[in-house]
């Protein structure tokens, strides 16, 4: 058994004796889903005035149920290499970095100093090819980037041709298998933060065209056309955890560089719905929660009551109104939204763990295909909260 299969069992047992405390539906039933099975933990969150999130909170949950402490150990950084595989050249000119917003180039640059030496790369799910471009002023090697949107595309050709780098543009649906050609041609194929079933297809399709080297950084493991998950490693497939698309957002439900002002607007938009949805569950007569789409923020602006007017308006409910008026509901929604902090602030100390659980289903999947594998952290969470890289080599 190799030390990730090691890992993966013990995470998958933890994160199976607990479910009851991540696996369920913030917004589905009004009360503590858990109140029966962890009775002490839920009078703790039930208290008034609670500084959720704070040192003294989790000391006290962690007073509640000692087994929990054990979240700690799975959200610990664990970095690749101290020393990265590679030194970026320090003065790279600015005109490579036009047009790309400062974050994003840093991201950009971490993922490239952690990435091996090869012939040649093909960035898989290119966009503009950013990433692929600095690879290509920093080797000077060739560079094919994989994006199927045409106009991506043709703007980073022209930009490539610009800049005079080896880097050329295939129009290509990775979805439908259009990547094997190339992958097969490839010395290292490179992702960063692609989303979903397109790392999953790049990685399927990588064993197949038996492409030498890997180097990516998975993202957004919701993004499926599967309902539940469709574990990849013979180890993740034994594991008795059925994830639904649900379980997959929480393993990437992280705000860590959102704004003050994004977070308030999401705060707010949080304490409308869930107003509304006590509305709706009494008009109707049916205690169940109503999926509203999503909404221009700009409606947000004009209060709770042009919310609610536009909500029932979408579920055609607006007739109920009169019945029922919504004056009042905006304070349930309130109360409810702290009532979901708490319990999120629970369900989040499990983030980390099932992040690693993805992750790891990937890395034992790729050894299972005859690659040697490293995984870690390519930089701190504070430049992107997806940080995981996985290295694979034949």
């Not at 610990?76 to 994003?104: H, M």
């Not at 543009?169 to 094997?180: C, N, R, S, T, W």
């Not at 499926?224 to 379980?247: G, H, V």
């Not at 295909?369 to 995981?388: A, M």
């Amino acid at each position: 058994m190799t030390s990730f299969q090691q890992r993966f069992q013990v995470l998958d047992t933890w994160l199976k004796t607990h479910t009851q405390l991540w696996q369920f539906d913030t917004f589905a039933r009004l009360g503590n889903p858990w109140e029966n099975a962890y009775p002490e933990l839920a009078s703790h969150l039930a208290g008034e005035n609670l500084e959720i999130e704070s040192e003294a909170f989790y000391v006290e949950v962690f007073r509640l149920c000692p087994e929990l402490k054990t979240a700690l150990n799975f959200s610990k950084p664990d970095f690749l290499d101290e020393l990265p595989q590679r030194a970026l050249t320090n003065d790279v000119p600015s005109y490579v970095s036009a047009g790309i917003k400062g974050r994003k180039w840093s991201q950009i640059q971490a993922f490239v100093a952690h990435t091996p030496n090869a012939d040649n790369y093909l960035e898989w799910c290119a966009g503009k090819g950013h990433l692929g471009k600095l690879l290509a002023f920093q080797d000077n090697k060739p560079v094919h980037s994989l994006e199927w949107q045409k106009t991506l595309c043709e703007a980073g050709e022209q930009e490539a041709n610009k800049l005079k780098l080896p880097q050329t543009f295939i129009h290509a649906d990775v979805l439908k298998g259009e990547g094997q050609l190339a992958l097969a041609n490839a010395h290292c194929a490179v992702a960063l933060h692609a989303c979903g079933d397109l790392h999953r297809e790049l990685i399927q399709q990588a064993i197949v065209a038996n492409t030498d080297k890997l180097c990516l950084s998975p993202c957004c493991y919701h993004l499926t056309k599967d309902e539940f998950y469709r574990p990849l490693s013979q180890c993740a497939k034994q594991s008795q955890l059925n994830l639904r698309q649900a379980d997959l957002k929480l393993a990437v439900k992280e705000v860590a560089t959102a704004g003050a002002r994004e977070q308030r607007l999401k705060q707010l938009e949080l304490t409308y719905r869930l107003g509304f949805d006590s509305w709706q569950r009494i008009a109707r007569q049916q205690d169940e929660y109503l999926l509203v789409p999503s909404i221009q923020k700009a409606i947000l602006k004009q209060g709770f009551a042009a919310f609610c007017q536009w909500a029932a308006e979408q579920k055609g409910l607006l007739h109920l109104q009169a019945q029922l008026p919504f004056e009042g509901f905006e304070a349930i929604g309130q109360t409810r939204y702290q009532k979901i902090q708490k319990l999120e602030a629970i369900s989040q100390l499990f983030r980390p763990a099932l992040e690693y659980w993805l992750v790891l289903d990937r890395a034992i999947y790729l050894e299972e295909n005859g690659y040697q594998v490293e995984i870690g952290k390519f930089c701190d969470k504070s430049l992107t909260p997806r940080n995981w890289m996985i290295r694979a080599e034949r």
